[in-house]
């Protein structure tokens, strides 16, 4: 009788559980620990030395005389300032890269010829200029040109120069779709080309329109090198933080991380049920 060989072990479906569960511990652990120091009563910010459960660092804590016994957010008058810059420069952003984006995204699928390709480059190198040429370029030509001071203003500009190359992506995605022969049957039946754009090519576009926005909107908030160096004397909440981690990390910057965190969980949930409620 000639012995039974045995099958070699399979130890794939090992190695992928064991991949996906350090992939996601590298991923998850930080912010897990970021919100552990959040909560956590020790004022040098670690989830590893728990020194009592507190939410100081989110409410702050003053005594019967008004006096401040722990600064948490609503002390932070500089954080607060700077979200509120950060909304503002991000509006801003989102009216000038939408537009610009478009129109860039109906010159390339429209225009024909040699010139797309040269074209394309042009619109599509800001994406690949580093932050920092592109901030101080910004706040240098606007100063010099036109004697506008480094501020929001130019922080804005120098954002929308990169911000406004996604939106262009995107809305070529979108284009390339697009049954075209709609637009002609509207131009046939005498539409003027603007209004064959505003009832037909527009609305297709609606969708894009508003994830391109939410997309400027998110970009400009966490961007930091060419708002750093466009924005002047001028701060927005990123810069800020950054210019406190040189001092080490403070509680109430995880206190600020976990409320993103929470905002993020709460929207993508939104989203994702009404995804669902629509196809359901």
Known sequence: MSAQTKAPADWSGVILKAYVALFLGFMFLPILLMAGAAFNANPTPSALDWRGFTTDWFTGRTDEAGRVLVRGLPQETRFLQGLKHSILIA???????VPLGLAGALLLTR???????????ALVSPLLTPGIVLGVS??????????VQAGLFTAMLAQSCFIASYCMLMFMARLQRQDRSLEEAALDLGA???FAFRRVTLPYL?????AASAIAFLQSNENYNTTF????????????IGA???FGVSPTINAIGVIFILLTVVFAALWAFSLRKKTA
């Open 244 to 246: 406190r981690m040189r």
């Open 229 to 240: 160096f466009a924005i002047g004397s001028s701060w927005t909440l990123v810069t800020e």
């Open 206 to 210: 609606a969708p894009t329109i508003v």
């Open 111 to 121: 225009l024909g010829g040699r010139a797309t390709g040269p074209l394309y480059t």
């Open 138 to 147: 910004t706040m240098i030509f606007w100063r010099d040109a036109f004697g």
């Open 192 to 194: 003027s080309g603007f």
């Open 91 to 97: 509006l801003g952003v989102i009216a000038i890269s």
